[in-house]
């Protein structure tokens, strides 16, 4: 029954935690289905029974059962168990039980800042070295989203796909989105990847995934920021663990992000 | 007594009828202080508003339907209107953004509010409590005024170099501020200074309607004999004098940032097309979502319970039984009150918000579920025995329950953040919140006028218009809100200019929707067509009420004569019973009035 209501039209599910907010949203929805069928068959048998033509004199009192309460009860208790059983796992699991890093290379998660600006998104990696080049607000311009001063050791190696440049992530590793912008509020939505979070001047949210299928997915942007709103659109890529480290290395030999903004 | 016909100018026999001359026109019209003329100022004036921002939104779904194409004759209106934003016709990405800023502004502070609380507050609440007039008749008259003034601000707003405000009707720091920077009046500037003028509207308002529902109330009428309309209009006051305040406290803050550039919702080192913002930073974007949503949800039951309130009164009236679980439904009315003022962080959910701040939103959320529940629950149980007319107001207010059904239901997975993060922002959350408020609230609305007007007038609305005009909004209703959750559920975000094209192909059934949507939407305007005319004719040409109380009800608005003149009863009333006697055992006739002695 739940995959009838997966079929509904959500994209197919891409990362390791989207099955469990599409379960969720099935459950919720047949929750609402059962109600609202539920009391829809009682209302026209109502209208029909009680039109003025079959009883011409209504009864005072109406309905002496206390039906209505314990179904009242009922959904209270429901949406109580969705609550505490789903919502808020769910939802911890999502800002809070962030993959961290136990020293293998090949496993550790992958940390990309991603930068919203006016109508385009930006990525940025460390790069092999594992550790992000120098940054100042100062240095931000509309080619540098991410201030990269660009003279330190650390930064040579980073990887910087800059304003809607395809970027690539591999597969079934976790991927922590540090997510910030640089001029109004966008919100960073990859729909297939079930993931959403608001990319907000001042601030740097985090979110993360782990992509469990090969190919392009888009990114949308999902919080009105502008004329351009309609087509701030960014595309990724994700590869199988080979395919993404030669992509990065190559990317960073070629002086990734930093240099090109000197 | 209430069956007798009264005159309007019946024999002097009490305190409320005035010995002064007839005003003329402007004293009697335009700066009138008795309730019920006001009350029919703040209905033309929403309707005209209502129809204003569907006009709008027509433009918008035309554009999401055929993105880039130029509005059939419409466009050309626009183009002359508004020149280069709508060059040959077509809208530009930014005159999108602008009208939908401004049909989330209008259909919200203009229309539906003002029609729920301005028009039927101020007609039906003195009436119903047997009162001569509100309680400061001169604030009534300040209120409408400043209503009527801030949405003219409102409109003109889109005569400015640039157009009006394009931000969403949330209106979003630092969008708000950075779409326009650096030119001092512009549209979101006028918006700031029209809301700011509509808040302090509906501040005399609601300071009005207290005082009115608690001094001004018949002999007898004691607070559990209130008809349930009064009740769910003593709420919203509350909820318009608490809610609303923060919200004008923002507006100020962010017009401060706009015209002094100062930093109260802008952080450090904003960088916007290139440029380094010259601004000290230091705010926060987020303070003002927090106080905007401290008004906006609040905001929501403001449209929502005078809805169910009026509701209430045509459905008891045409079950010909009392209402089922009155008192639970006051008590659920007040939860929702209370409740509504800590619910406000759901719509921030992915704001950055930890596990225990969004579990407490969530909870409330869940919480506040449950009393709206009750009430549509009452209101069901209410049909159970009863002896249902169906005539044109009752039909609207049947449509009522399911249709809000929906809205209430789908709001489910919105409140449970672990569903929002996928649904957020998108075309579900279009769906949802148009149930509540379209075929919901204007259902209401709707119902009200047809119940109503007999009152207002002394004579029936058409009913075969009426039936006409109530079967074809309900079809097309559904058509237009229901596919949106198809959409919404495959990823569809909303404030598309393009409709969406981005992202799909151009095959995709989001974008087929788009298509469908429009066409409903086209049915909708055309099935107010009816409604119009039979608004219009029916003042002096609709079939004449037999007597004061045409629909044999029992609240006291309906022992008056009829229309009621200025100080509304011939006589002081004197409550003996609760609003719903109808049907009671041992009486001949199927409703016993609150002032009948017995």
Redesign the interface.
Known sequence: MFEILKK????EPASAHAS??DD??GY??I??LI??VG??A??LL??FK???SA?????????KSHM?TY??IG??VI??V??VG???P???R???EFPVAKGDPATDPIEVQIMG??FKWSAHFTGPDNKWGKQD??S????N?FGLVGTDDEGKDDVVCALGEPFKVPLGRSVICRISS????H?F?I?SM?????A????T?PAHFKATQVGSF?I????????????M?GDFEVVTPEEWEKWYAEKAAAGGGAGSFE | MSTATSHSHAPAHGHAVDHHHEPGFWQKYIFSTDHKMIGIQYGLTSLFFLLFGFILVMCMRFQLANPEAPIPVFGKLLELILGDAAKGGSMTADLYNSFGAMHGTIMVFLAIVPLAFGAFGNYVTPLQIGAPDMAFPRLNMASYHLFFWGGVLMIASFFVPGGSAKSGWTSYSPLATVAEFGKPFNGQTMWLIGMVILITSSLLGAVNFITTIIQLRAKGMSWMRLPFFVWAQFVTGFLLLLAFPPLEAAGVLQLSDNLLHTSFFLPNGLVVSGQQLPVSGGGSPLLWQHLFWFLGHPEVYVLILPAMGIVSEVIANNTRKPLWGYRSMVYAAMSIGFLSFIVWAHHMYLTGMGTKVSTFFQTTTMMISIPSVMILTALFVSLWGGSIRFNTPMLFALAFLPMFGIGGLTGLPLGFNASDIYLHDSYYVIGHFHYVVAPGTIFAMFAGIYFWFPKMTGRYMNELLGKIHFWISLIAMNLVFAPMFIQGMRGMSRRMADGGTAYYGADDIALTLNKSITHAAVLLGLGQIPFIINLFMSIKNGRKVENDNPWKATTLDWATPTPPPHGNFAAEPVVFRGPYEYSAPGSKADFLPQDQKS
């Open positions: 509904f039209g959500m994209p469990g907010i969720f949203i919720v929805h929750l609402m109600l609202f009391w829809f009682y209302y109502a209208l009680f039109r003025a009883n011409p004199r209504a009864d005072y009192t109406g309905v209505s179904l009242e959904v209270a949406e109580a969705l609550l789903f919502a808020i769910l939802w911890a999502a800002v809070e600006q006016q607000i100062k931000a311009s509309a080619t989203p640089m001029d109004v509020i919100s939505k729909p079930r993931v959403t979070q608001d907000i001047p001042g601030m949210i888009s949308t942007c999902a919080q009105l920021c502008g004329s351009g709103h309609s087509v659109r």
